[in-house]
């Protein structure tokens, strides 16, 4: 199976500065049509995973632009460019170029 | 707005078996390749079982293999999970996810349930 690798797997931060989460895999992630699929995921506490980037890079729909993800092959990053309060949780990266499917074991952004 | 709604979770003894469903909304569920992922209180997510549009394709994640079927009734909207011989270690929120893809040989999953609680207990 791929192991996703999170670091840090907690991140104290202050409100106001920036945030950035690694995510590594033991294989590349790249499939044969070209695609990597390396997506993140922000789970606030009592709520479901809501998806923020998918295939590296691509900002799903009503995600704010302070959130960004960029990486290839088996090194990716997810950059928050300015903590707000409603941005701490857990943050996951999974992916889904291999089966089975495999997540990275979470960063908790929190209040330092 | 896409709509995913678990239900069937419950408390049961080990070497039970529970059957979950979901039912999707706000979108065109026989187009889509869905999954099964689950979260243990206070951990970390785990993809379960995943099923191309058409259930051509199934897939299983070695923990439950021989022990879980996942189906689907495309004319119904819903997805399904069946649960046997469970153990106390599949106790978990079970979440019905969405991919964006039709087929299985990769996933690109969007969006998620609120999730169902199955515990396994005696």
Not at chain 2, 42 to 54: F, P, R, T
Not at chain 2, 63 to 91: C, H, I
Request: net charge positive; hydrophobic share 35%.
């Amino acid at each position: 199976d791929v192991v996703m690798t999170q670091s840090p797997l907690s991140l104290p931060v202050t409100l106001g500065q920036p945030a950035s989460i690694s995510c590594r895999s033991s294989q590349s992630l790249v499939y044969s049509d070209g695609n990597t699929y390396l997506s993140w995921f922000q789970q606030r506490p009592g709520q479901s995973p809501r998806r923020l980037i998918y295939k590296v890079s691509n900002r799903d729909s009503g995600v704010p632009d302070i959130f960004s993800g960029s990486g290839s092959g088996t090194d990716f990053t997810l950059k928050i460019s300015r903590v707000e309060a409603e941005d701490l949780g857990v943050y996951y990266c999974m992916q889904g170029t291999h089966w089975p499917f495999t997540f990275g074991q979470g960063t908790r952004l929190e209040i330092k | 707005e896409v709509k995913l709604v678990e239900s069937g979770g419950d408390l049961v003894q080990p070497g039970r078996s529970l059957r979950l469903s979901c039912i999707a909304s706000g979108f065109n569920f026989y187009e889509y390749a869905m999954h099964w992922v689950r979260q243990a209180p206070g951990k970390g997510l785990e993809w379960v079982s995943g099923l191309s549009w058409n259930s051509g394709t199934i897939a299983y994640a070695d923990s439950v293999k021989g022990r879980f079927t996942v189906s689907r009734d495309n004319a119904k909207n819903s997805l399904y999970l069946q649960m046997n011989s469970l153990r106390p270690e599949d106790t978990a929120f079970y979440y019905c996810v969405k991919d964006t893809l039709r087929l299985l040989s990769k996933a690109n999953i969007d969006y998620w349930g609120q999730g169902t609680l199955v515990t396994v207990s005696s």
